[in-house]
């Protein structure tokens, strides 16, 4: 059975709810808590575990250090994840600088950049020079890469990144990009995301005024 990209977003709801849960205290926990801290359905809780083979007690449950294992390890947070980032921009600044990534098993362990002055190997990531790319894919083994570049070039430097051995690309240029067959790109446009944000905010207003 195909899993579908919505599939896959809800176990990560579904792990992030159950680690809140445990620092609650919890167990065990049903279907239903799962669904109430996670914005699904029972159902839809149920269904999304028996195409990965979880199954629980209607009566015990799930215990929740057993199933968050599980789900880890199906999103595959039961190891550090290597990424690359191409971009050292405001936008990959600012990826660089964030400490999250780590606690959820993703580790960027190398930034790359075409303007020499944003070249630095002495800092914790450091910043290289894009020609050195698809030799560090190669020796690292990368296989997730973000990019975060005008998209006037995002098209060729993915292709690039997939040429090294990237395998799956996080895209936040503004531009949908043709990949490779067995490559995944995901393209995060913040433009096009808060267009929505605000159709929507200005949608729902207009129903309000009109009670």
């Known amino acids: 059975m195909p ?13 992030n709810a159950l680690e809140r849960l445990k620092a609650l205290g ?12 996670s914005g699904a359905t029972p159902s839809q809780v149920r269904k ?34 290597k990424v690359v980032l191409v971009g050292a921009g405001h936008i990959g600044t600012a990826l660089l600088r964030y400490k999250g990534f780590e ?7 190398a930034a790359f950049d075409i303007d020499p002055s944003k070249n630095n190997n002495k800092t914790d990531i450091p910043v ?4 050195q790319l698809s030799e560090f ?4 083994q990368v ?10 070039a995002a ?24 990949g490779s067959e067995g490559s995944v790109i995901s393209t995060i446009n913040l433009e096009v995301e808060l267009e929505n944000l605000i159709y929507f905010v200005n949608a729902s207003g207009k129903i309000v005024d009109k009670k």
């Not at 606690?103 to 362990?109: E, F, N, P, S, V």
């Open 3 to 15: 899993i579908n990209r919505k599939c896959i977003i809800r176990l990560s709801r579904y792990k």
């Open 26 to 37: 919890f167990v065990k926990v049903f279907s239903d808590n799962l669904a109430d801290a």
């Open 48 to 81: 999304d575990f028996s195409i990965f083979g979880i199954t629980g007690n209607r009566r015990g449950g799930y215990i929740v250090d057993e199933l968050v294992t599980q789900l880890r390890e199906i999103l595959g947070k039961n190891k550090i994840q």
């Open 103 to 109: 606690t959820g098993g993703i580790k960027i362990i």
């Open 128 to 131: 290289l020079p894009m020609e």
């Open 137 to 140: 894919v190669k020796s690292e």
């Open 143 to 152: 296989k997730i890469g973000i990019l975060a570049i005008p998209d006037v």
């Open 155 to 178: 098209q060729q430097v993915s292709e690039i990144m997939l040429s090294a051995g990237i395998r799956g690309i996080l895209n936040f240029a503004p531009i949908q990009l043709r």
